[in-house]
């Protein structure tokens, strides 16, 4: 594990002044308040409120020191910060409690009435292979994921996790905290909808209040999103949520809710309203889907040049960025499915064997198709299906589509794409999600019905203008009702 601990992002003094101003946290310390970082780093926040005390000239009291609590997973930072401590006047840091502790694993042996700071940020996914085996059951015993969704490339925060164990574990009744935190733990996807349930330890915690930063170079160098919140444990929420978003070097007041249900992404409750004027209806077998995957296989699979050396029925159009710039859209690119279209399952061994066109192909890819890595697909491999994809079933032989760019896009933009030369058009993984339609009136009125300018507004709403998941099929089942 890294010594200087993972995730860490460091708090610059003005900004830890800020956060300690916002909770009234030096005020309440000298009231008699305990005060502690648990996830401490360099004590930015414990030296500044000293660093207050010291320039009011409060006396720095043994009373007064020992509330005052420090936890951090690096050694590291631990030594970093008695060093520091090291000049504090009077030589009185022994009265500080601190633990060289990973508060996940395990708790501090006393609780608080505030805890202040800036818990690590990083995906599970991104996490160190040895401490995720680790802490995996720490995520499904605080909700914050099932153990199946951690199997794969988890977008759950390790924030929520620390922040989750900081508030269920080292809070005294009714006790209160500020963190900053990445800002997808409330406008996220559905990665942070367990976290979202606001529980901790079986303590319900409430959001008091939320700043937005949207310009501001609080954490220089750090690309993602992020917020400053206060909490306060053994206290449900309430909605709205009292928030105030960046704009234009100040702030402007919002009040924020769930879009949906009480885990969904945080909107401004005001334009909760619009689902109200979308009406757009579909049948269950038309819920949204995103392309097809090939698992990392492209080169077996995807073809710039429609292959002569491959049966025609199995080959496809594939969507591509040009297919939105001509009304009657060209291939660009094909696809190579080996399934059979009637019944949307791979084709069996001795299909495969009765052509020699398939069955000499796929031998030479072998090697490369068995060795894809993921819980899915090796699934199929195990089962003897070792050229399937995922993402393909019924509705990828619909003949017709109202397809849309789901990745990376700051506008909504759905077409319709009807079969070419008598062949349905396919998506591209996740870069394209789509209704399966079986004919064109059907296509058209679900296709008008998605071109309200709502639906745009509200995946602007979701996040989702100009991030990588932009109209992904999970967020467009929040807005389309089936029938």
Not at 120 to 136: A, Q, T
Not at 215 to 220: G, L
Not at 298 to 313: H, M, R
Request: charged residues 25%; proline residues 6%.
């Amino acid at each position: 594990m890294n010594p200087k601990g993972i995730g860490a992002v460091f708090t610059p003094e003005c900004w830890a002044d800020w956060l300690i101003e916002k909770g009234a946290v030096y005020e309440e310390w000298l009231r008699g308040k305990s005060i502690c970082d648990p996830a401490g780093g360099g004590g930015i926040f414990i030296l500044r409120l000293l660093h207050r005390a010291l320039r009011d000239k409060v006396p720095l009291k043994e009373e007064l020191l020992r509330r005052l609590g420090y936890v951090e997973i690096s050694s590291y930072f631990c030594k970093q910060f008695e060093d520091v401590l090291e000049d504090l006047p009077g030589n009185k840091a022994e009265f500080i409690y601190r633990k060289n502790s990973d508060i996940i694993l395990n708790a501090p042996d006393r609780k608080f009435d505030i805890l202040i700071g800036n818990p690590p940020w990083c995906n599970f996914c991104d996490l160190p292979e040895d401490y995720k085996k680790i802490i995996k059951d720490y995520f499904v015993s605080y909700g914050l994921s099932h153990k199946n969704v951690l199997l794969g490339a988890s977008r759950t925060d390790l924030a929520a996790l620390v922040l989750n164990a900081a508030l269920g574990q080292m809070l005294n009744p009714k006790g209160k905290a500020f963190f900053f935190l990445p800002s997808s733990l409330f406008f996220g996807d559905d990665a942070s909808r367990g976290w979202r349930r606001l529980s901790a330890a079986g303590r319900d915690f409430h959001v008091s209040w939320l700043y937005e930063f949207t310009e501001t170079r609080v954490f220089k160098g750090v690309g993602t999103s992020y917020c400053a919140a206060g909490f306060q444990v053994d206290k449900k929420q309430v909605f709205p949520v009292r928030g105030l978003r960046e704009s234009s070097g100040g702030w402007t007041a919002r009040l924020l809710a769930p879009l949906s249900t009480p885990s969904d992404q945080w909107v401004e409750a005001a334009e909760i309203r619009r689902l109200s004027s979308i009406k757009i209806h579909i049948a269950e077998h038309q819920m949204p889907r995103q392309g097809l995957n090939t698992c990392g296989a492209n080169s077996s699979f995807i073809f710039t040049d429609k292959p002569d050396f491959l049966p025609a029925e199995y080959l496809y159009p594939l969507v591509s960025k040009e297919t939105w710039k001509n009304k009657n859209p060209e291939p660009y690119r094909w696809v190579f499915i080996p399934y059979n279209s009637v019944s949307a399952k791979p084709l069996l061994r001795e299909d495969i064997e009765g052509c020699r066109q398939l069955r000499d192909y796929l031998l030479r890819h072998k090697d490369k198709l068995t060795q894809r890595k993921g819980t899915l697909i090796r699934s199929a491999i195990e089962k003897g299906y070792w050229w399937a994809l995922l993402g393909v079933g019924i509705y990828s032989f619909a003949p017709y589509k109202v397809i849309w760019q789901s990745y990376g896009q700051k506008n909504f933009n759905p077409v319709i794409l009807a079969p070419y030369k008598g062949t349905p058009w396919q998506g591209n993984q996740a870069m394209h999600a789509f209704i399966p339609c079986r004919d064109m009136d059907n296509a058209e009125r679900i296709l008008n019905d998605l071109r309200n300018p709502d639906v745009e507004k509200l995946l602007k709403l979701m996040n989702g203008g100009g991030k990588c998941n932009w109209a992904q099929p999970g967020k467009m089942k929040k807005i389309i009702g089936a029938l």
